[in-house]
């Protein structure tokens, strides 16, 4: 296996120079909120930094992706690039990820630029997750007072104009609409890629909130992410649909229902957007348009909602725990009933590595 090398600043000055598809930029409010404040801040950087930089290298291929499929028009070329990106990531970036946060509107600069609220949100919800790894992570703090403080966080959070909706959204919005599963059709691997992100993102409370910064909840962790490489690596599939939050991170879910339905919603808008930007049936000059309305949409708590209890329950219809990557510690889940809505198609769920060979 020969690794891919690349040197970060021809990858920006490369993408900073593509342009944008004409009569598709537009103006957005930028105002943007930081970090809420405490001592926890960093807390799973400084015990789990291998795990906590992988984040880096997620940001990375969020962004490259998005910028892709943004400003390649011609399909054949779009596929031949996210081979190439997806041969770096799962054989370089994710092995080495970036030591510090990746400045995605470098490696996406058309698709920032032109969809800013999009990476807005996207980087919000990021920074929601980053947080809560961190009070999970603070041995400083008792277990209530991690709860208490991760709702304190989830408040802040949903004060900001870039926020998810904290109720669960319909699977419809992400399955049913006319342009939905364009990306997984055509793009089965890297789908399966972002879709074992996704996985390890919810996952990884689980560990922490049974055992935190201990030993046992870091050796725990590094579990977490080895079964995430075994799915990289080709050793174990790729979920065959996507992860839901209350099936792979129950407890977590049970402590901090709005954080998993934002998370939830912020994993569904990954796929539309992927899926609007691949879709022939969206004109190139409406794609913007109808990723803001995808995004209204996943800011409105009143329609197109699940109830708590179907919420839960689309786990079961959606094939269980087996098909959505595997619990993230302990015994391997045993297999479900065949998956439903936000499947891969049959086949896809095991990566193909042939390509990282040269």
């Not at 090398?5 to 900073?16: E, G, Q, S």
């Not at 800013?116 to 209530?144: K, N």
């Not at 030993?215 to 992860?243: I, K, L, N, Q, W």
Request: glycine fraction near 8%.
């Amino acid at each position: 296996m020969v690794r891919t090398t690349r040197t970060w600043a021809p990858v920006a000055m490369t993408l900073a120079a593509i342009v944008t598809p004409s009569g598709m930029s537009a103006q957005d409010s930028r105002g943007e909120q930081f970090y809420y404040p405490g001592s926890f801040n960093w807390s799973f950087l400084e015990t789990s930094p291998e795990a906590a930089r992988l984040f880096n290298a997620f940001d990375y291929g969020h962004a490259v992706l998005s910028e892709v499929l943004w400003t390649e028009a011609d399909a054949v070329e779009a596929s031949a690039r996210l081979d190439e990106e997806y041969r770096f990531l799962t054989t370089d970036l994710l092995r080495q990820p970036p030591r510090f946060a990746v400045a995605e509107e470098a490696v996406a600069p058309s698709y920032v630029r032109s969809v800013w609220r999009a990476h807005a949100m996207f980087h919000w919800a990021h920074v929601l997750h980053r947080q809560l790894y961190d009070v999970y992570a603070d041995e400083g703090l008792s277990d209530g007072e991690k709860q208490s403080l991760g709702e304190r966080i989830t408040d802040y959070y949903l004060s900001s104009p870039f926020a998810f909706t904290a109720v669960p959204k319909s699977m419809a919005l992400m399955d049913d609409q006319y342009y939905s599963q364009s990306f997984r059709a055509g793009h089965a691997r890297f789908n399966g890629l972002i879709w074992a992100y996704h996985w390890l993102q919810v996952g990884l409370y689980e560990p922490l909130i049974a055992a935190g910064a201990s030993e046992r909840g870091r050796a725990m962790v590094d579990e977490a992410v080895a079964r995430f490489f075994g799915m990289v690596d080709g050793g174990a599939s790729f979920p065959s649909v996507m992860p839901m939050t209350p099936t792979v991170a129950p407890t977590f879910t049970m402590r901090h229902p709005r954080a998993a339905a934002i998370f939830d919603n912020l994993h569904m808008m990954h796929d539309i957007i992927s899926d609007i930007l691949v879709s022939p049936r969206v004109p190139r000059d409406r794609k913007r348009d109808v990723i803001y309305e995808a995004l209204d949409e996943f800011q409105d708590p009143t329609r197109n909602v699940m109830s708590t209890e179907a919420w839960h329950a689309m786990g079961e219809h959606m094939g269980g725990l087996a098909a959505m990557g595997g619990p993230p510690m302990g015994p391997p889940a045993p297999e479900n009933e065949e998956a439903g809505h936000g499947q891969m198609a049959p086949g896809d769920g095991m990566p193909d590595h042939g390509g990282h060979h040269e």
